[in-house]
């Protein structure tokens, strides 16, 4: 309890701020000691005076005093505390009397007599006085504060014995060897008797608190040390006398812990246990450091300190490593090889002994230092040392595109070698070695490792590190048949059984934004686009990025068909989107997930570049659309006059007035929330130029549209009225005689004769009668036709006839059915601009064979094939008119004269292939004011133009020019005919989300060309454009061709463009299945001779390098066909491997086994022929298999 007395309170008031009352002894005041606690006490030695000097304090120096007497409680000491160094605390025996202590700071009056009356001087020198708050606190004696009164111990190996103590009741009887004899050393004193030939161990004390034993009282110190810590070879049933002792200043009440340990067998190496190392499984050892003692210093222990050792021996029983785990990094182990022989290694925490010999003992010493040592245990396990632990010795990995290479490896079995540029020079690396050969241009990955394993690239062994990282990752920009060596490394702290997977991603096409893939984008419904990061690498960063971070990259070009945003969906947040004016120019926007990029403009090309980080990098899809601009109202107005703008050029918050003569091609084009045209003034727009509206155009002049000018009008209501003039001029190309074009109006009311005036003969078309020619179906079997059986689907037009809006008109604008070689200017004029939402009603005749419509751009722009296409389910592709052929008796048909179905070319989703009569004039999805158009229908319905499929650019498009479309892995296929000229194209489209099935939009079937070259389905469908999924170089193409030539004529077969990032740097071959001849289409074309008629399945497009030269006549496959298992019979030598095949060329089944004879069982297959590729020495060959 402590106690607070304040003594100046009971002093008159006169003495409060004067000298203080118990300045001399004689006017000492009486206090009283606390017991079990300090009483307190107060006083401003700046009140007093000196009245004399004491022993311990300066003489020359003001001490000034104040004096107090107390009552010994207890017979003991009495400790002062809480006061400064510059205090001097002084005992007497009386006023006058004799000086008994004297001592600065803290500290005790020592063997103090209980009931005495003693005199306390407190003093403090003049220039440090002033308030001091002492404590005083008397303790008995202890019982145990001299050795002939020592305390007795039971000292157990079983458990510990706790005894409490309290240094402040004890005094200094002797000074231990290892204390400072000038300082107090309070001490108490016990006795004991080991109970076992072994160490004490005691613990629970500071390090102020120093333990000593004696062998007797006076008698020899065996030891002395402060802190925990032991007695080492004490004898067992021998009486030992313990000293425990702390410095007064710190004396304290507290406890210790004894316990003995029984000496261990092993404690020193004569006496080493014996372990059995395995390779399999560890052995694990039960050891306590607290039961042995020093017996030499490991060469990595500090010599200072105390390592308790235990020894062991082993027999290593392979060549190669040691690995000693479970261990605190207190604990040491040392190995040698013999006792008192050389120290082979050394070291702490779990770790490893290297490239030890099989068959050799070796000599294993186990250290922990005192001040740690407990009981423990440890793991012991050999690992032979691997074949590939050194460069020299690498293992060859095989390292594909296809799919990962999975190796197993235990980095407990090696050493290092070296270290890799990436790694901490002072961590031992335990590496493993190999190479791999690049099979492509291109990166490698490394994943399925943990950031505690590196891997590090170089030219050869020995040679220049190329790169170096930990974790999964890649190496960038290897070059295809170059041979690398891979070192695979682990610090030895973290070496463990593992694997690590590897593959190799052939460099995009698109990695560097000079070679940008066109990205088609439409605004109905997203397109999906694939993206493989894993085959990019970094080329920039953009804003979002983070640039200490590796971004793989990709680049597209965007060109907008409208004002408004591109929308970007259906990636994760690992991916960012970074949009350029330009390659190398300005950042836009850059965001991260899903997101849009805004206020972008139509016609203009945007550089897009994707990112993920390679640590996710990943094959990603994404979905891509352009959103509108949402349309605003009208704010304003501005005027054209005099040769400029009243308030400025108009934008599409603005209504522009054109109140004098304007012409695009000298003043630009003109964009506008609406428009109005003054009376007696001509608004002319250019060639190649637009005026673009949100809402209304007034003609209340004169509207002017050139020939492949273009107005826009985007609100769906919008509508242009007319009450002046508007012509729209369309010019065709030269045409010869009894060439055809396929038209439609632009304007609302026009007439045959309005426009057409001058043409010969002009044609509606009745989808209703059109029944497909059967000569031509005959002589064109799975072609599509667009020939009627009698004719009767044609309409000639009267002079008054009305041409609708969406409607396609076959024109012959020539004066007479001889005249050649001119161009004509048709004028559209009657009615107005046809704008808005326009249905046109689908006739549907049961089939999509027999359901030919004939239709038409019916606005006067662009008309966007991509929208069109989306926005109606009943349409899957657009057929145009080149032509390019004159009619002639020798093709079927109903007339005289036919016409070819070789000047058809077709436009779908999956891209466009020109009319065989014009093969280097592809389609594209922009359809030119007054073209027509043929569709096939597959249902019913209504079929809808709109405002948002117009556009103001790329009205150029009467004749095919180059090729725009969807983003994607494309081969087209040309067949040529030596004789006649004739030659047919068909293309085959890798597209993301398409599958082997016929796919409305992006699969048409071939046409009826007198000859054609066509792709197959699984179910034999003869495709024109055939769309895939992905591109996977596993697939093959199966195709056919057909020849009205009648007899055996000669043809070539050549791939006469591709495109796409996987595609393009794959190989292609093409596999002549009735020849068996492989050809490299990449270098040459195919010639054969074909007879007349249709030859499916007749070749294969394989994507990758065949390894043989034939069919497969080493092996039976029987019952064949079969409706159920069939067994397959190795001829001569062993099948090593097979493969089964659709007719897609989709893998469906495959194994590595080897055989010479395995039952298949083709029971849940469909009915459909099925091929069947096999290995036998060495060689792939292939066999058909058909399920009934």
Not at 210 to 218: I, N
Not at 514 to 529: D, L, N
Not at 701 to 728: K, R
Not at 1091 to 1103: I, K, S, T, W, Y
Request: overall charge negative.
């Amino acid at each position: 309890m402590k106690k607070l007395l304040f003594l100046l309170l009971v002093l008159p008031a006169s003495s409060l701020f004067g000298q203080a009352v118990n300045d001399e002894c004689a006017d000492r005041l009486t206090i009283s000691p606390g017991v079990g606690g300090f009483n307190e006490f107060s006083i401003d030695t700046s009140t007093a005076t000196e009245s004399l000097d004491a022993s311990c304090e300066t003489a020359s120096q003001v001490n000034l005093d104040v004096w107090y007497e107390f009552t010994m409680p207890v017979s003991g000491n009495l400790r002062v505390t809480n006061v400064p160094n510059t205090v001097r605390s002084v005992l007497y025996d009386s006023c006058s009397g004799t000086e008994l202590a004297c001592f600065g700071d803290d500290g005790f009056f020592y063997n103090l007599v209980g009931g005495t009356t003693y005199v306390y001087r407190l003093s403090e020198r003049d220039i440090f006085a002033g308030s001091v708050n002492f404590r005083m606190e008397a303790f008995a004696s202890a019982t145990n504060d001299e050795c002939a009164n020592r305390q007795a111990l039971t000292v157990s190996t079983a458990t510990t014995t706790v005894t409490p103590l309290d240094y402040r009741a004890a005094t200094e009887s002797v000074d231990g060897p290892c204390e400072t004899a000038s300082q107090n050393q309070l001490d108490l004193w016990y006795e004991f008797i080991m109970p076992v030939n072994g160490n004490i161990r005691i613990t629970g004390i500071p390090n102020t608190v120093f333990r000593t034993l004696y062998d007797s009282c006076g008698g020899v110190d065996l030891a002395c040390g402060s802190d925990d810590g032991f007695f080492y070879n004490l004898t067992s049933g021998t009486t030992y006398v313990l000293r425990m002792s702390e410095r007064s200043l710190f004396a304290s009440a507290d406890d210790f812990t004894i316990q003995a340990f029984e000496t261990a067998v092993n404690d020193e190496c004569v006496n080493r246990n014996t372990i059995v190392v395995n390779t399999g499984n560890v052995t694990n050892t039960t050891l306590d450091f607290r039961t042995a003692t020093e017996s030499v210093d490991g060469p990595c222990e500090a010599a200072g300190n105390t390592q308790h050792d235990l020894w062991y021996e082993f027999t290593m029983p392979v060549n190669g490593n040691i690995r000693i785990t479970n261990i605190p990094n207190t604990v040491y182990r040392t190995l040698y090889d013999t006792c008192g022989g050389v120290d082979l290694v050394c070291g702490s925490d779990d770790g490893f002994f290297y490239d030890l010999t099989a068959g050799t003992t070796y000599v294993l010493r186990m250290s922990e230092r005192g001040l740690f040592a407990s009981a423990d245990d440890f793991d012991i396990e050999a690992f032979e040392t691997a074949a590939n632990d050194e460069c020299a010795n690498r293992i060859n990995l095989v390292v594909s595109t296809e799919s990962v290479t999975n190796t197993t490896l235990d980095y407990r079995t090696a050493t290092e070698s070296v270290d890799g540029p990436c790694e901490a020079a002072g961590n031992t690396q335990q590496d493993l070695w190999y190479e791999f050969t690049m099979p492509v241009n291109g990166n490698v990955r490394i994943t399925n490792i943990p950031n505690t394993v590196y891997r590090t690239l170089y030219d050869s062994c020995g040679g220049i590190d190329i790169a170096c990282g930990s974790d999964d990752g890649f190496f960038y920009d290897l070059t295809a048949g170059t041979t690398y060596v891979l070192r695979m490394s682990e610090r030895g702290l973290f070496a463990s059984a593992d694997d690590f997977d590897i593959q190799a991603f052939e460099t995009v096409v698109n990695d560097d934004c000079a070679e940008a893939t066109a990205m088609v984008v439409g605004t109905v419904s997203p397109i999906v686009y694939s993206i493989d990061f894993r085959g990019a690498t970094e080329t920039t960063d953009g804003s979002c990025d983070t640039a200490g971070n590796t971004n793989l990259d990709v680049w597209y070009t965007v060109e907008m068909p409208v004002d408004g945003s591109l929308d970007l969906s259906g990636v994760p947040n690992t991916v960012n989107f970074t949009l350029y004016d330009s390659c190398g120019g300005t950042e836009l926007d850059c965001f991260s997930d899903d997101g849009s990029f805004t206020g972008l403009s139509a016609g203009e090309q945007y550089l897009l570049r994707l990112r993920e980080r390679a640590l996710f990098a990943s094959f990603r899809t994404v979905n891509v659309v352009v959103t509108p601009d949402v349309i605003g109202s009208c704010s304003s107005s501005t005027t054209w006059s005099g040769g400029s703008w009243s308030a400025g050029v108009p934008d599409k918050t603005t209504s522009a007035i054109i109140a004098d003569n304007y012409d695009t091609a000298t003043q630009g084009s003109i964009s506008a929330c609406e428009c109005t045209i003054n009376p007696g003034v001509t608004l002319t727009i250019g060639t190649g130029d637009y005026l673009e509206t949100s809402f209304n155009i007034t003609v209340d002049g004169n509207l002017e549209v050139a020939h492949e000018g273009s107005v826009v009008q985007m609100d769906p209501t919008a509508q242009t009225i007319n009450n002046g003039s508007i012509n729209v001029r369309k010019s065709t190309p030269v045409l010869a005689a009894k060439d055809f074009m396929l038209m439609a109006s632009p304007m609302s009311a026009e007439s045959r004769d309005g426009v057409y005036s001058t043409a010969w003969r002009a044609y509606g078309h009745n989808a209703a009668n059109f029944s497909p020619n059967p000569d031509v179906a005959l002589a064109f079997p799975s072609a599509e036709v667009f020939i009627d059986d009698n004719g009767d689907d044609r309409i000639l037009l009267g002079a008054t006839s009305a041409l609708n809006a969406g409607t396609g008109y076959l024109v012959f604008p020539q004066a007479t059915p001889t005249e050649a070689g001119l161009s004509y200017d048709l004028d559209y004029t009657q009615g107005t601009l046809n704008s808005g939402n326009i249905a046109f009603p689908i006739v549907y005749n049961g089939s999509r064979d027999a359901s030919f419509n004939l239709m038409g751009n019916p606005y006067a722009s662009t008309l966007d094939a991509v929208d069109f296409i989306q926005a109606n389910a009943m349409i899957d592709a657009v057929y145009l008119w080149e032509h390019n052929t004159a009619p002639s008796a020798g093709l079927p048909g109903y007339l005289n004269f036919n016409y070819s179905m070789e000047d058809v070319s077709v436009y779908n989703l999956t891209g466009g292939i020109a009319a065989a009569s014009s093969p280097s004039e592809v389609p594209t999805r922009y359809i030119a004011s007054g073209q027509g158009f043929a569709v096939k229908a597959t249902a019913a319905g209504t079929a809808e133009f709109n405002n948002g499929m117009r556009r103001n650019f790329n009205n150029n498009t009467l004749r095919s020019t180059a090729e725009s479309v969807l983003e994607g892995d494309r081969i087209w296929i040309q067949l040529q005919a030596a004789a006649y000229q004739a030659s047919s194209t068909a293309l085959v489209g890798f597209l993301e989300g398409q599958s082997e099935a016929v796919n409305p939009g992006y699969d048409a079937k071939r046409l009826a060309t007198y000859v054609s070259v066509y792709s197959h389905t699984r179910w034999g469908d003869e495709l024109g454009i055939q769309s895939l999924g992905r591109f996977d170089d596993e697939q093959v193409i199966f195709l056919g061709v057909s020849s009205q030539l009648r007899g055996f004529h000669e043809f070539s077969i050549s791939a006469s463009e591709i495109k796409g990032v996987a595609i393009e740097r794959s190989d292609l071959y093409l596999y002549d299945t009735e020849q068996d001849v492989w050809t490299d289409l990449n270098q040459t074309a195919y010639h054969f001779t074909a007879d007349e008629g249709n030859h499916p399945f007749r070749f294969e497009l394989h994507f990758k390098r065949p390894t043989t030269s034939g069919l497969a006549t080493s092996m039976k496959a029987y019952p064949n066909p079969t409706s159920g298992n069939v067994m397959l019979q190795a001829e001569a030598q062993e099948i090593t491997g097979a493969k089964l095949y659709d007719m897609l060329g989709r893998l469906l089944w495959s194994t590595e086994r080897s055989f010479t004879q395995m039952e298949l069982d083709l029971s849940n297959y469909p009915k459909a022929t099925y091929l069947l590729h096999y290995q036998t020495a060495g060689t792939w060959q292939v066999t058909q298999i058909v399920v009934r």
